[in-house]
T-cell receptor, first 112, second 114 residues
Framework: QKEVEQNSGPLSVPEGAIASLNCTYSDRGSQSFFWYRQYSGKSPELIMSIYSNGDKEDGRFTAQLNKASQYVSLLIRDSQPSDSATYLCAVPGGTSYGKLTFGQGTILTVHP | ETGVTQSPTHLIKTRGQQVTLRCSSQSGHNTVSWYQQALGQGPQFIFQYYREEENGRGNFPPRFSGLQFPNYSSELNVNALELDDSALYLC?????????????FGPGTRLTVL
C-alpha cells in the first residue's frame, strides 16, 4: 500500500461546480495534512493545512479530515478555470524526520 | 517578507557530470528541505537541513549531498549524474514549530541530463 494515495484523475468539472479531491494515507500516527496546488511548469503552492478532525474552510476551499478512516479531502466550491492545476496531498512522517510524503497528484480541469 | 529563491532556473548537464543547486530560505525560516519531482509524479523527499546539519534523509544514494550555511541558505550537490536524475528539484523552507511545520516551496530548478 502506498503511503499517500490520491483519487486517480484527471478530474474535469464545469465552471461553478464543486470539485472534490480525495486522499488516503497509511500512517495512523499522522497529525498534519497539507494540500498543495501546482500549476503546469510551476512549483507547489501550499493552499490548506489541517490538523484536527472535521472541516476547515478558507474561502472557496474546504479541507475535510477523518483520522479514523485515514482520509483527507479538498472541496473547491464555485470552481473557476483558474483552479485548473494539479492538486497534491502531503503528509509528514515516515522514517525520516522533516519528510513530507506526497501523493501522485490529481489533475483538475475546470471548463467554461 | 522574502520568499524561497532557487538558482539556477534551468540547467543542462551530461551524464557523469556534477551539479550544484542553490536555495535561499524564506525570511525567518531556518530549516530547508530538498525534493526531486519527476514528470507526472509527486515530489520525493531527498533530505532536510537544520542548524547546518542533515536532519533526515529519504531514499536517495550518497551521490546526493547537501550543505546548509549560517544564513540558512542551502546547496544540493549531485555527483556522477545519471539520465534518471532529470527532474525538477525543489527547495522548501520552514520554521521548526512543532508538531509538523508547513513547508513553502521555491520556484525550482529544472535539471536535464543528456
Amino acid at each position: 500500500q502506498k503511503e499517500v494515495e490520491q483519487n486517480s484523475g484527471p478530474l474535469s468539472v464545469p465552471e461553478g461546480a464543486i470539485a472534490s479531491l480525495n486522499c488516503t494515507y497509511s500512517d495512523r500516527g499522522s497529525q498534519s495534512f497539507f494540500w498543495y496546488r501546482q500549476y503546469s511548469g510551476k512549483s507547489p503552492e501550499l493552499i490548506m493545512s489541517i490538523y484536527s478532525n472535521g472541516d476547515k474552510e478558507d474561502g472557496r476551499f474546504t479541507a475535510q479530515l477523518n483520522k479514523a478512516s485515514q482520509y483527507v479531502s479538498l472541496l473547491i466550491r464555485d470552481s473557476q478555470p483558474s483552479d485548473s492545476a494539479t492538486y497534491l496531498c502531503a503528509v509528514p512522517g515516515g522514517t525520516s524526520y522533516g519528510k513530507l510524503t506526497f501523493g501522485q497528484g490529481t489533475i483538475l480541469t475546470v471548463h467554461p | 517578507e522574502t520568499g524561497v529563491t532557487q538558482s539556477p532556473t534551468h540547467l543542462i548537464k551530461t551524464r557523469g557530470q556534477q551539479v550544484t543547486l542553490r536555495c535561499s530560505s524564506q525570511s525567518g525560516h531556518n530549516t530547508v528541505s530538498w525534493y526531486q519531482q519527476a514528470l507526472g509524479q509527486g515530489p520525493q523527499f531527498i533530505f532536510q537541513y537544520y542548524r547546518e546539519e542533515e536532519n533526515g534523509r529519504g531514499n536517495f544514494p550518497p551521490r546526493f549531498s547537501g550543505l546548509q550555511f549560517p544564513n540558512y541558505s542551502s546547496e544540493l550537490n549531485v555527483n556522477a549524474l545519471e539520465l534518471d536524475d532529470s527532474a525538477l528539484y525543489l527547495c522548501a523552507s520552514s520554521s521548526p514549530r512543532p508538531p509538523n511545520p508547513e513547508q513553502f516551496f521555491g520556484p525550482g530548478t529544472r535539471l536535464t541530463v543528456l
